[in-house]
């Protein structure tokens, strides 16, 4: 007895793993028995080679998205649970390539090494990890950095109708981006290849590519890289944002991959709620865009900036996925098709779009020259519609809508021309001075095409001066200092003076 007590039991070393079985196959979805206690993106290897990962569970068995095709998997086959969950790899030599949902290459330039995986479905920073969004992420849209401005760690949803410019506000913010030390992840959902083909080459010609990702799961690849591809971007992008990096993420679009989710619930008999959509449809996409952020000092002091896209159908905006995604993000860009046929682009709509962040991402000098920005093309917009006939106009409301229609004139910008933040002080400048009230359509385009390139020409020290300025962000400065509204004021003068002799020929 007492040997017994003492005498130490050998236990061999095993690896325990659960085996079970595919009983039914669909369309690249697998359900398995004998799985017990798997976790929600866990990795299973089935006998015949594939793996697929874990996506939920019914009472008795485990759903299992296979990656890769169905191929040789059969009904019966033995699945085997892995002890790793769903990873991709990550790093820096992702940097201008083009891969898929599982980071693997699409673009014919060889293999992409990697020195570590990140876990595609990590959960997001912690609330004590974050720190409040502050400094500004510049897109070179006019509009959009004066009226409804975005911040580097925030989650600005671009929502419009078919082709209204949607994908063209995320490409021109990814181009703004150049020499800025911000990585870009362009995610391709759902769309056609050909599409991305040519989103592609516009990166190219304005040499984005090399700071930018592309995470491609086109139309024609199976609902599991769909519906993966999202996840792998912000895997790759916490890469960065944990480096202490500022990343910014542009996803075309959500719609299709919360359909590519509903056909992947249908398939797996999942109840219907709401236009069929299966109810945990706002968890996947909470869960997905809760990812980005700003991370505290002690946490690298990195950010992930999100731009989802959304499609509206005849311009509804109080569909399932469309009030769903509004909800959960930090505000809007809504694009109005009625602007867009108007010839006002970007199209977006000052009234229906916002930013919740607000102008506290704005630098001091772009916060001046846009007060009461918003409000006055508002007023303006409700001018125009309400008065079809300008000859019973007072002359306060003549003048109200000169300035309006300078606002518009200036708010009009072509896509992939992404403007700096010293441009739009000085052409805002001058609209709030009054200095283009008087300027007709023609001149004023000129104005807008010339002013800022002869200024610089003309007195680069001024420009850099300003450049410096929009840095500072306290509002208690002001970053419009005296001098260098005397220094601009000066140059009106003359640009109007060279204007006039060019114009009338004296
Ligand atoms: P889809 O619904 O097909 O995804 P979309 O909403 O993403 O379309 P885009 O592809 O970005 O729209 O743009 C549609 C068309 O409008 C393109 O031909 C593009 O060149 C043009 N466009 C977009 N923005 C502007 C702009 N600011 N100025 C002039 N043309 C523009
Ligand atoms: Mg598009």
Redesign the pocket.
């Known amino acids: 007895m007492e040997n017994l007590k003492t005498e130490k039991i050998k236990i061999p070393l095993i690896d325990v793993r659960e085996v079970g079985f595919v009983k039914d196959l669909k369309q690249g979805i697998a359900k398995v028995e004998g799985l017990p206690s798997c976790v929600y993106g866990q990795l299973v290897r089935f006998d015949s080679g594939s793996k697929g990962f874990v996506m939920g569970f019914n009472m008795e068995e485990v759903l299992v998205v296979i990656l890769g095709t169905e191929g040789a998997i059969a009904v019966g086959e033995t699945v085997t649970s892995l002890a790793e969950l769903l990873t991709v790899p990550v790093g820096d030599n992702f940097l201008g390539r083009i891969v898929d949902s599982l980071c693997q290459p699409l673009d014919k330039k060889g293999e992409i090494f990697s020195s570590q995986k990140y876990s595609v479905f990590k959960e997001a920073p912690g609330v004590m990890e974050r720190e409040p969004i502050e400094e500004p992420l510049a897109t070179g ?1 006019k509009i959009i950095d004066l009226a409804i401005p975005i911040g580097r760690g925030q989650r600005e949803l671009i929502i ?13 913010a990814i181009i703004n981006q150049k020499g800025k030390d911000v990585i870009c992840i362009y995610c391709w959902i759902g ?1 056609p290849h050909v ?1 991305l083909q ?1 989103v592609i080459s516009t990166l190219a010609y304005k040499e984005a590519l090399k700071y930018t990702i592309i995470v491609s799961a086109a139309a024609e690849t199976s609902a599991a890289e769909q519906y993966l591809a999202p996840y792998t971007a912000s895997a790759l992008g916490e890469y960065f944002m944990e480096q202490g990096k500022h990343v910014l993420v542009v996803f ?2 959500l719609t299709k991959h919360a359909w590519i989710y509903r056909q992947m619930s249908l398939l797996l008999e999942r109840s219907p709620g709401r236009e069929a959509y299966p109810g945990d449809i706002f968890f996947l996409h909470s869960q997905l865009l809760e990812r980005a952020g700003k991370l505290k000092k002690e946490r690298g002091g990195g950010s992930m900036t999100f731009l989802p ?1 959304v ?1 509206t159908l005849q311009g509804d905006i109080s569909g399932y996925i469309q009030t769903n995604t509004i909800s959960i993000t930090d505000g809007q860009i809504y ?1 109005n098709t009625v602007l ?1 046929k108007e010839g006002f ?3 977006i709509d000052l009234g229906l779009s916002v930013s919740r962040v607000g102008s506290k991402v704005q630098c001091a000098a772009i916060r001046e020259v846009s007060k009461g920005l918003r409000l006055e093309y508002s007023q303006y917009r409700e001018m125009l519609r309400l008065t079809k006939m300008r000859t019973h106009l007072s002359q306060e409301a003549k003048e109200k809508m000169r300035r309006g229609e300078t606002l518009h004139e200036l708010l ?5 021309t992404p403007v700096s933040v010293e441009e739009e002080i000085v052409l805002f400048y001058a609209f709030q001075r009054g200095i283009l009230d008087s300027l007709l359509a023609p001149t004023l385009q000129k104005f807008v095409n010339e002013f800022f390139s002869y200024v610089r020409s003309e007195d680069p020290a001024l420009v850099q001066t300003l450049k410096e300025k929009t840095n500072i962000t306290s509002s208690v400065l002001g970053a419009l200092t005296i001098e260098i509204k005397k220094g601009l004021d000066q140059h009106f003068i003359d640009y109007f003076k060279k204007l006039k002799v060019e114009i009338t020929g004296l």
Do not use: H, V
């Not at 109708?161 to 021109?172: C, L, P, V």
């Open positions: 849209i419009g109708d078919r082709q209204t410019g949607k994908t063209s506000i995320g490409i021109d769309g599409a040519k075309d679009d896209i499609e694009i867009f682009k970007p199209a009009i910008q072509p896509n992939e």
